[in-house]
């Protein structure tokens, strides 16, 4: 394998987030707030729509790391900055992930910046993950 690099990009993932997501979701975390099954809810409260969870949003864009398959994902954080609206139909709401090698950090772990998307706008902010290769 070659030499890592700061500003190494890693391969982007796309990934559609639907509905029957959402459920599956909060069956498995107990999340079952309103907001990201009932549009009348969601759409009570000031949303315009069903959103996913920003902790599944979070999840997504960690898949960019271990996808790498360069090492241990160590420590991951990221804030919500705009929510994914999902649409009630089967194709889903998409989310574009990426990440670049910010940093080669003094104990040799990597820092990676990474980049989740919705209709063009990020939807986490200050989203850093640190590998130990």
Request: no cysteine; net charge negative.
């Amino acid at each position: 394998m070659s030499e890592i690099a700061v500003g190494d990009a890693l391969p982007e993932l796309e990934v559609r987030v639907t509905r029957a997501d959402l459920v599956r979701y909060a069956g498995a975390a107990l999340d079952f707030n309103p907001i990201h099954w009932n549009e009348a809810f969601a759409k009570g409260v000031g949303l315009p729509d069903v959103i996913a969870h920003g902790m599944l949003t979070m999840a997504l864009a960690g898949r960019v790391v271990t996808a790498w398959g360069l090492g241990t994902l160590v420590d991951y954080q990221a804030r919500f900055t705009r929510p994914v609206v999902v649409p009630n139909d089967d194709t889903g709401a998409l989310v574009e992930l990426s990440g670049k090698v910010g940093a080669i950090l003094e104990d040799g772990t990597i820092r990676v910046d990474l980049s989740a998307k919705f209709e063009g706008r990020a939807v986490l902010g200050k989203a850093i993950a640190i590998i130990r290769p």
